[in-house]
Nanobody
């Protein structure tokens, strides 16, 4: 069992920045690839970013590439999502997720999920 807790969401103006954090507990953190997903009202959950177990490989959705950066600190059992140049369309609940072995971009491939943190970008 892996327990994930996100933090760092909030209200920000367009063009601003936020940093989301996801703290993991329960198992060896470095055994798990991590992903960030988001879900806006009335929309399906969509992939945002993912990072391999070592942190050496990252993936991004085209919509956030160049604006968001995913990183992890295995010593602190934490994965971060640095978001810059935020747009109103980035407004959503952001979730972190964990899966064994390789990072993936599909939500159904992840076994463990946090409760989510709200990000609201005003225009």
């Amino acid at each position: 069992q892996v327990v994930l807790v996100e933090s760092g969401g909030g209200l920000v103006q367009a063009g601003g920045s936020l940093r989301l954090s996801c703290a993991a507990s329960g198992r060896t953190f470095s055994d798990y690839a991590m992903g960030w997903f988001r879900q806006a009202p009335g929309k399906e959950r969509e992939f945002v970013a993912a990072i391999s177990r070592s942190g050496g490989i990252t993936y991004y959705a085209d919509s956030v590439k160049g604006r968001f950066t995913v990183s992890r600190d295995n010593a602190k059992n934490t994965v971060l999502l640095q978001m810059s140049s935020l747009k109103p369309e980035d407004t959503a609940v952001y979730y972190c997720a964990a899966r064994s072995f390789a990072a993936r971009t599909v939500a159904s491939d992840y076994n463990y999920w946090g409760q989510g943190t709200q990000v609201t970008v005003s225009s």
